[in-house]
């Protein structure tokens, strides 16, 4: 792949590079539109705001910097771009990866199920669910994604949009997808796995890495619980980045331009 170097910003981008301040940044666009590198090269100012910090507090650490994508697609380009950002003044530890590899490095390398499907499917066919196929796992994705497991009961009554106004998922039809839910959690522990969706439970559990600079790519892309795990390991004083594709919606919400 053909890594495009020192790319020239925009006023547009500009103005959004320039703001160092601590805290929640979201940055919306449509694909193509240079949202991605806007952030990274973001990620250059805010890695010298945070030197400075440093040298002023006395402190020899480097800055310490995690940048996620969802997936491996663009991880090549957005890798090449981040490590050119962060090394030109040097004193930047920085993190490249997707989401998956970085939790499953931070707890250990959990054995992880594969077929989710297949099994829900099947739990769910044994509980006379007759949703379709795809609405049905959709669902069971949404519930593992946004809930905890001490959580789940709070799907009873959860406002759920976006769906439309078929199939009618009902009080009784959510309790039996919890238990299809519990029949997949109790039939994987038996054998020692667990589901993607713990990964972000356990690496919540782990002390906080303390990055200085979080940017997330694709933001869209990653469950709640995702989100929430990584919001975790920001340290006291930090920024964290969202870069959103502006024709899909954060797990399924509306959400603010700034938080």
Known sequence: MKVLRSPRATPEQLRIIGDTRVGIEIIRGAAGSGKTTTALLRLRNLSDMFRSQHSRTGSTAPVKALVLTYNRTLR??????????????????????TYA??????????????????????????????????????????????????????????????????????????????????DYRGS??????????????RVRALPAENYEIIVVDEAQD?????LRSVVKHLAPTSALTLVLDTAQRLY????????
């Not at 399924?252 to 938080?259: L, M, N, S, T």
């Open 76 to 97: 090549g380009y957005v890798e090449a771009l981040a490590r050119e950002q962060a090394s030109r003044s040097g004193g930047v530890d920085l993190t490249v990866s």
């Open 101 to 182: 590899q970085w939790a499953v490095h931070l707890t250990n390398n959990p054995q992880i199920h594969s077929r989710r499907s297949t099994a829900i499917l099947g739990f769910a066919r044994q509980r006379g669910i007759k949703l379709q196929n795809e609405f049905l796992l959709s669902e069971i994705e949404y519930i593992l994604g946004r809930f905890s497991p001490k959580d789940y009961n709070s799907y009873l009554d959860v406002e759920r949009t976006g769906r439309g106004i078929a199939p009618r998922v009902d009080r009784s039809t959510r309790e039996r997808l919890l238990a299809v839910i519990n």
């Open 188 to 201: 994987i522990k038996k054998i020692g796995r667990i589901d993607w969706e713990d990964l972000p439970q």
């Open 222 to 226: 990653f469950s709640a619980n995702q």
């Open 252 to 259: 399924g919400q509306h959400h603010r331009a700034r938080i």
